[in-house]
């Protein structure tokens, strides 16, 4: 019976050791936990950071884009020295790992739940960088044990040479493994655009410009110059708002090539095909005509044009509308000399003459005709590249659609008090008002 007895113990406390985890008791403080650690599953295309604070912080996410945990909330966690364990909450959720394996800069863990091994790898530094420029950040000062060897894991977005010395090649965020004799740990690389995003300059008064950008080196009442190592930038204020309409980047081609900046746009914007033809370029910041606010043009040379769009295709010129010939001169600044010489008609060629233009691949010339001094038509001439169907789709996202007779399609405005005719046979668009 004693026998039996001792048996059955044993089996007891055999049962209890395959419940704990895990086998081989590990000594890991909170201090060796501190930092912040990536697992990347390049395969699965899924990631995980964990942040640790001395203080019992605790952060979790699954974008490297927020490894910095800026506005995050944090979680809190603790160690359970006997099994090395790291209970974990965070956001109402909870984590429990066992870590099997400890080094400076990398631990493997098994989760209680999913049951899976992952190892994780100590961040060392974030390094930001853009096309071309190389890095090669002080390693031996952030990191502990002999390296080995340098690996991207993303070749597209940047590479790294086996001294390494990290280049950005495209618009994005990867990872750089140290495998070093205590692990290996990562650099994360943020891979800036070739340009520095203007956009966000469109519609600014200059005051705004300069207080944005810093003191620019010369400035009019309608242009302000700006200068780096790289690139010359030019605003040209709009006449009419004393908005920036249009910025100019004319760049050097020390650092980067024309099939670079076309990949850089191909990737950040959306490709507006009807205006993309030749060597022109064309996108859009949205991907759709209601929400689009900029335009981008490139032509293939080394000048890069932002061009800020009232309505997506075309300048609303129905603000015209009622405005007296001196009024119109003032809000699109002195117009070419008139094909006919009479008081009651004005004639623009698109060009610099008119700050506010959609641009000389979607109109022709706007024509402004009066009666007792006052407008009472607009009239836009279409390029007769663009296609029809493109038009109307702009028009119906803007205006009511009244009804379509033969070639003419109609449209108002809310009050049905301003009505655009569009003559897709004689490539016109006119504004005039429905009394």
């Known amino acids: 019976m004693k026998k039996l007895f001792y048996f059955i113990s044993l089996l007891g406390l055999l049962a209890s050791c395959q419940e704990e985890e895990p086998q081989e008791v590990l000594v890991v403080t909170i201090a060796d936990l501190a930092g912040t650690w990536i697992y990347e599953n390049a395969e699965l295309g899924t990631v995980e950071v964990m942040k640790f604070t001395e203080d019992g912080d605790f952060y979790y996410t699954n974008d490297l884009n927020a490894v910095d945990f800026t506005d995050k909330t944090p979680g809190v966690f603790s160690m359970v020295n006997a099994n090395a364990s790291v209970l974990a909450s965070y956001e109402g959720n909870k984590k429990t790992l066992y870590i099997t394996d400890m080094k400076a800069n990398t631990f493997v863990a098994r989760d209680k739940n999913s049951g899976e091994s992952t190892t994780y790898s100590r961040l060392i530094s974030i390094v930001e960088t853009s096309y071309n420029i190389n890095i090669t950040p002080s390693y031996e000062n952030l990191i502990k044990g002999k390296i080995k060897s340098y690996r991207s894991h993303n070749d597209k977005t940047a590479i790294v040479d086996k001294w390494g010395t990290i280049t950005g090649k495209a618009e994005g965020i990867t990872l750089i493994d140290i495998a070093t004799s205590e692990g290996t740990a990562v650099v994360l690389v943020k891979v800036g655009g070739l340009i520095y995003d203007y956009t ?23 242009i302000v110059h700006y200068m780096t190592d790289e690139k010359m930038t030019t605003f040209k204020i709009n006449k009419r708002t004393k908005l920036t309409d249009a910025i100019y980047i004319i760049y050097s081609k020390k650092n980067f090539s024309n099939s670079a900046l076309i990949d850089y746009l191909n990737n950040k914007y959306y490709i507006y095909k009807a205006e993309t033809n030749g060597h022109m370029y064309a996108y859009t910041n949205k991907s759709s005509f209601e929400s689009s606010q900029v335009k981008i043009t490139f032509d293939g040379s080394t000048n890069l044009t932002y061009l800020g769009l009232n309505h997506d295709l075309f300048e609303d010129f129905s603000i015209a509308l009622d405005q007296t010939r001196e009024q119109v001169v003032y809000m699109y600044g002195e117009e070419l000399t008139p094909m006919i010489e009479q008081p009651s008609y004005i004639e623009y060629a698109i060009g610099d003459e008119i700050q506010g233009y959609a641009g000389p691949d979607v109109m022709d010339e706007v024509s402004f005709f009066f009666d007792n001094d006052k407008t009472f038509l607009v009239e836009l001439s279409l390029s007769s590249h663009l296609k029809q169907e493109s038009v109307i789709e702009f028009l119906k996202s803007k205006y009511t659609y009244s009804n379509g007779n033969g070639n003419h399609q109609y449209f108002y405005d809310r009050n049905k008090k301003l009505k655009v005719d569009y003559n897709a046979e004689d490539h016109k668009i006119r504004y005039n008002r429905d009394e």
């Open 200 to 222: 966000q300059a469109i519609g600014l008064t200059q005051e705004e410009v300069c207080a944005t950008y810093g003191t620019a080196l010369s400035a009019t009442p309608e």
